[in-house]
């Protein structure tokens, strides 16, 4: 279980919170406080009250795998096979089992092809997949996603969140403006002003935002039928 408990943090309040594990959308109005939600979940932020709890443990003592909303600032090296071995190198795993893992996700998420490509020549997808990759080969806890689809075409968000699917994490939390994807989470988040308004299955928060500009376009349509 992710808790929180007391929290006040720039824009975010929350008494407690507590979430389950899965893939859990975090949706809400651009400055409703969501990438600040998952930066806390994340341990790039430290609560300026409040605690925030990984199955009883911080942020910053689990493994978490973070994905930018710009990719661009996720890239650290000037090829992609170094790029996603980073992690590993950095807490010094024997170089064998780091080409043995690099090469396991890559073909996970179908990017062997991108191995010895340099990181600034990708895509704005490939940059996604290549930071999914990165995040998601130490094997982290959490693997916290954010927006990383705002700036995709559709075809090429959704084919990353297809691969999303692909990778196993006890906690994953994404944050998203497309409500599709959203619908398709365990568990569905919605922020407003700081303040968390509804936290449970897609069809019971859904349900509740059914007048709103939030409630899946694709849901309207097969109540038309």
């Given amino acids: 279980m992710i808790e929180l408990e007391g929290i006040r ?14 893939r859990t959308a975090v949706i809400g109005a651009n400055g409703s406080g969501k990438t600040t939600l998952l930066e806390l979940c994340a341990g790039i932020a430290v609560p300026h009250r409040g605690n925030v709890l ?24 000037e090829r992609v096979g170094d790029e996603i071995a980073s992690p590993l190198r950095f807490r010094h795993v024997e170089e064998a089992v780091i080409r043995e893992r690099v090469a396991c996700i890559s073909e996970h998420l179908a990017i062997s092809h991108l191995l010895e490509r340099r990181t600034r020549d990708l895509s704005g997808g490939e940059k996604a997949l290549v930071s999914l990759a990165t995040a998601s080969i130490t094997h982290p ?4 996603i954010d927006e990383a689809d705002s700036h995709l075409d559709a075809a090429t968000a959704a084919r990353t969140y297809d691969l999303v699917e692909e990778v196993q994490a006890p906690y994953m939390l994404y944050c998203t403006q497309d409500m599709h994807h959203a619908a398709a989470a365990d568990h569905v988040l919605y922020l407003a ?7 449970g299955p897609p069809d019971a928060v859904f349900s509740a935002l059914r007048k709103t500009c939030f409630y899946p376009p694709l849901w309207r349509l097969d109540q038309c039928r």
């Fill in 9 to 22: 943090h720039h824009i975010l309040a929350i008494p407690r919170l507590s979430l389950e594990k899965g």
């Fill in 54 to 77: 990984i199955d009883g443990r911080g942020p910053r003592s689990c493994e978490v795998g973070w994905v930018c909303e710009f990719p661009d600032r996720n890239l650290l090296f």
């Fill in 141 to 144: 806890q959490v693997l916290v």
């Fill in 193 to 199: 002003q700081g303040r968390i308004c509804a936290y």
